[in-house]
């Protein structure tokens, strides 16, 4: 019997103090929004989806009623339909694309009623896929992130023994521990994957691969591996004061809110975000929605240049946070051991070219620092791997197959990426799927 | 402002929207309320011996979401006694003396007609609506459409009833025909004042997929009933424009089916409708509906320059003409804005299938599709199914080609 993962859960976890922010619409919602749909023919939502889901088919089926099939069109695609619902920036996905947003009309609820057909069909038990006929071959998937789980599924239905192995003791990678509990809950994430599970793929947790299992063991034992360990531990700042209580790693602290209740916001007055993301706004928003009285972002470069939506950040900006721009800290001040402020110099400069303005200097008071300045490259299995081709610390491989230079390996999801979305994580792991498929059918 | 009082075969209302004889005029207190509201007038619930009725009675069509597109039911006539409804009208009638309150009566035997017309007028009933249409039930024990379907039968029964009556006579038909026409002109030829028409339509709105049942499901089975409200409008214009239009036809109409808003009232008018009845509209939204109709349509004339219904009842009757009267050289392609257009491509697909594949995607990376102009056959499909106004138009093409109708056509052909 497969390992129930949702009850491994520790039960007081901060995360749970959040609202969703879009939540389960009933039945007379999802069919009256169902019935805004065109069914597009050729329909540019159903592009813009990087798995491909047929979009106006799922939507036809819950204006029918017909949850089963509708949950079913979804999953075919997108083995993890119900996270990709929660998660996905849909504003510049499926729903973006949407033609309603030509005529000034609002875009079709895409997510919402994606959601709606998965959920709906989970909570009554039902088993989409299963395993396909043995072809006593085996794979290895290291990592059970959306890449690693997406591959995992795939290779089982097509009938391949697949072993999964995880260093974490729950798994789902960033996907259970990184997105913001406003989209998406962990125990919503955790039964997904319990219904991944029932394919017919095993899940070892606690084992990370090249420290507690030896890769020449692993090569040894399995036909085909998969590598899809993600990104490391939040990048430094490389400033002064960063080892100061009440500075901490954003992803790191995201993943205490979503598993443990370790973080106390009724202590924090002002809270500092550095960095200018997607994570960094997430975060912003999650100690607003915390109730932190004074939030702020801080960003070095200029409003335009932010890399996390905009939709995000005007969401944020409206829910009171603030915005502190061209602005970079020099040094995280304490005293006691403890957090008490940032010292901040603004900068100049556009497109790249950025510059310090001289004599600008200030001391912003904060009790609580966030870095979100992007995430460590996971160099340390790639030097183990032979032949492993490395570019800029992520991994090189062939864009359709997603097979390394070492031809026993595949790899895909944020380690080649460099971080994207977790749909996008699902996409890929797929078609590597596919072509360890081929491959491993070419070598009986 | 327009004046929409109308005077129907001699009975006055101060508009044209009579409750129809249904649900909504069980009652003094719902009549009442009604008229309170600004209903012109009300066909009481017809009065027959009572009846009993089954749990549940309706049955409702949802289509995308939208409820009550149409409506079925299997409810009989009243369920009260003749006291109790001869009591209220009287009640009514005396309260609301400029109201237009008919009475709509269904019998068997001549004697019980005779009985029945004396009593509804005693009571103050304004004229009478004789229920040949009830396609349920009712029509099983030989009366109701049974009546409706044998224009012999629907004479005799009403030369009984204008023999005792001494307020005008409608008899109200039944769309459950082959031909509107024959009961039409029996109801003319006996010399009925006026026709309401259409009656329920015989249906069954749907079957429970899990129960098997069709629904309304009374205990595990279903049966047919009638169907009415916005989906039956269509057929209810075809019938009462298939009697204004047909040749020595005089008789007045009431007009009903579907009618919802203004709109709806405006078109039966123009094919020649009188009064109009409304029945499903009223029992979904409530009574307050009819404040949007007077308006509507009173706004409506103003902006047409009518001064009263009379001046434009029955203008669209000449343009209803038979198919072999069409003109030949008429001609409309479709065009495509492109300034409109939203890219769906449900016209490329609808034109590919059901048109006359003529609908292509262009070549220039762009969605917007385009019409090949020689090949459109001018259907209308892919304007239909643009979900932007006005984005697909049909452009007229003149051929500079006289009227040519297919009677004439067919003339030229054989000589
Ligand atoms: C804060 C944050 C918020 C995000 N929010 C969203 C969002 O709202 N929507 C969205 O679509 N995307 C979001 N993302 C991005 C998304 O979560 C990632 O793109 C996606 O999860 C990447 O999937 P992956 O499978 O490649 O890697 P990961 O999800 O990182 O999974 C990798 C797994 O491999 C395991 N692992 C690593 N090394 C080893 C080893 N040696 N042996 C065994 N196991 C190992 C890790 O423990 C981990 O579980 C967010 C990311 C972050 C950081
Ligand atoms: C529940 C119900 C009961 C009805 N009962 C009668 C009736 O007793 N006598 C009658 O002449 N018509 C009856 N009708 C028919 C209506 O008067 C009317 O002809 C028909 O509903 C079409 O109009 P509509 O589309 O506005 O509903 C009934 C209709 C409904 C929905
Ligand atoms: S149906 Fe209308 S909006 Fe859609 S592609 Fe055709 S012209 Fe454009
Ligand atoms: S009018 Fe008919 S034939 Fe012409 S383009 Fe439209 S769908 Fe095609």
Redesign the interface.
């Given at each position: 019997m497969s390992v129930s993962f949702v009850e491994k859960l520790e039960c007081p976890r901060t995360e749970l103090l959040f609202e969703e922010s879009k939540p389960l619409f009933n039945k007379?919602q999802a069919?009256?929004e169902?019935?805004r749909c065109?069914?597009?023919?050729?329909?540019?939502c159903m592009q813009a989806c990087p798995t491909h889901i047929n979009v106006p088919l799922f939507i036809r089926q819950i204006?029918t009623e017909n949850l089963n099939g509708s949950a079913k069109t979804i999953l075919s695609a997108n083995i993890m339909g119900l996270s990709c619902a929660h998660a996905c920036p849909v504003e510049v996905l499926c729903e973006g694309a949407c033609?309603?947003n030509?005529?000034g009309k609002e875009a079709i609820h895409i997510g919402r009623l994606q959601r709606y057909a998965v959920e709906n069909a989970y909570a009554k038990g039902i088993n989409f896929f299963s395993k396909g006929n043995s072809t006593g071959k085996k794979a290895a998937i290291i990592g059970s992130g959306p890449a690693g789980l997406s591959c995992a599924a795939e290779l089982a239905r097509l009938g391949h023994e697949v072993v999964v192995y995880e260093s974490r003791r729950i798994p789902g990678g960033l996907d259970s521990t990184a997105v913001a509990p406003y989209k998406l809950f962990s125990d919503a994430a955790l039964k997904e994957i319990a219904f991944i599970q029932r394919i017919g793929i095993e899940i070892k947790t606690g084992i990370t691969i090249g420290k507690d299992f030896a890769l020449s063991e692993l090569e040894k034992q399995y036909d085909l591996i998969f590598v899809g360990i993600g990104l490391g531990q939040d990048s430094l700042l490389k400033i002064p004061g960063e080892d100061l209580t009440g500075c901490m790693g954003v992803v790191e602290w995201i993943e205490n809110i979503k598993r443990n209740n370790s973080f106390n916001p009724g202590s924090i007055q002002s809270a500092a975000v550095i960095g200018g993301g997607n994570t960094a706004i997430d975060a912003v928003r999650e100690l607003k929605k915390l109730k932190v009285p004074k939030v702020t972002l801080i960003y070095r470069r200029t409003e335009r240049e932010m890399s996390g939506y905009k939709h995000e950040k005007d969401r944020a900006a409206q829910e009171g946070v603030e915005f502190l721009f061209q602005t970079t800290p020099l040094e995280i001040l304490g005293s006691g051991g403890r957090v008490t402020g940032i010292k901040l110099v603004k900068t100049k400069g556009e497109d790249g070219r950025l510059s310090v303005v001289s004599g600008s200097e200030f001391n912003f008071l904060c009790d609580f620092v966030l870095k979100a300045a992007g995430q460590e490259k996971l160099s340390g299995l790639f030097s183990q791997i032979k032949n492993l081709k490395i570019e800029n610390g992520l991994i090189k491989v062939h864009p359709e197959t997603f097979q390394t230079d070492n031809p026993k390996y595949y790899a895909a999801g944020d380690c080649v990426s460099g971080g994207e979305e977790v749909v996008n994580s699902v996409a890929d792991g797929k078609k590597a799927a596919k072509a360890m498929h081929q491959s491993l059918l070419k070598g009986k | 402002m327009a004046d929409i009082s109308i005077n129907f075969a001699g009975i006055k209302s101060p508009n044209p929207f009579w409750l129809a004889s249904g649900p909504l005029t069980n009652t003094a207190y719902q009549v009442m309320k009604a008229f309170d509201l600004g209903w012109g007038g009300a066909v009481w619930k017809t009065v027959g011996i009572p009846i009993v009725n089954v749990y549940s009675r309706y049955g409702g069509l949802t289509y995308h979401g939208n409820r009550l597109v149409g409506l079925n039911n299997n409810e009989l006539i009243t369920d009260r006694s003749y006291e109790e409804n001869y009591k209220e009208i009287y009640q009514v009638k005396k309260k609301y003396p400029k109201n237009a309150l008919l009475v709509s009566l269904m019998f068997e035997t001549k004697q019980e007609w005779k009985e029945h017309v004396k009593r509804a007028i005693d009571s103050g009933a304004d004229g009478l609506e004789l229920n040949f249409g009830c396609p349920h039930g009712m029509c099983e024990r030989g009366m109701g459409s049974a009546v409706g379907q044998e224009p012999k039968v629907l004479k005799e029964v009403t030369s009984w009833v204008l023999e005792y009556s001494t307020v005008p006579v409608l008899v109200k038909l039944t769309p459950n025909i082959s031909d509107i026409r024959e009961p039409g002109m029996a109801a003319q030829e006996i010399g009925a004042h006026g026709v309401s028409l259409i009656n329920t339509i015989k249906s069954i709105i749907g079957i429970d997929v899990d129960s098997f049942s069709p629904v309304p499901s009374v205990g595990g089975k279903g049966t047919n009933g009638g169907y009415c409200g916005p989906a039956v409008k269509p057929i209810a214009l075809h019938m009462v424009g298939a009697l204004s239009r047909m040749p020595g036809w005089k008789t007045l109409i009431s007009g009903i089916g579907g009618i919802q808003t203004w709109r709806d009232a405006v078109e039966f008018i123009l094919l020649g409708a009188a009064s109009l009845q409304v029945c499903t509209a009223a029992m979904h939204y409530g009574f307050r509906i009819v404040e949007e109709l007077n308006q509507g349509l009173s706004d409506y004339m103003d902006s047409k320059g009518f001064k009263t219904i009379e001046e434009f009842r029955g203008k669209a009757v000449k343009n209803y003409v038979e198919w072999g009267d069409l003109n030949l050289n008429y001609r409309v392609k479709a065009e495509i804005n492109p300034k409109k257009c939203i890219e769906c491509q449900l016209c490329v697909a609808a034109c590919d299938a059901g048109g006359h594949q003529c609908i292509h995607t262009s070549q220039n990376g762009t969605r917007v599709p385009y019409v090949d102009q020689e090949a459109c056959i001018g259907c209308n499909l892919c304007s239909l199914v643009c979900p932007v106004e006005d984005c697909i138009t049909m452009k007229e093409i003149d051929l500079g080609k006289p009227y040519l109708t297919w009677r004439e056509y067919q003339k030229t052909a054989v000589s």
């Open positions: 007379d069919v009256s169902a019935s065109l069914f597009c023919s050729d329909a540019p204006m033609v309603m030509k005529e | -």
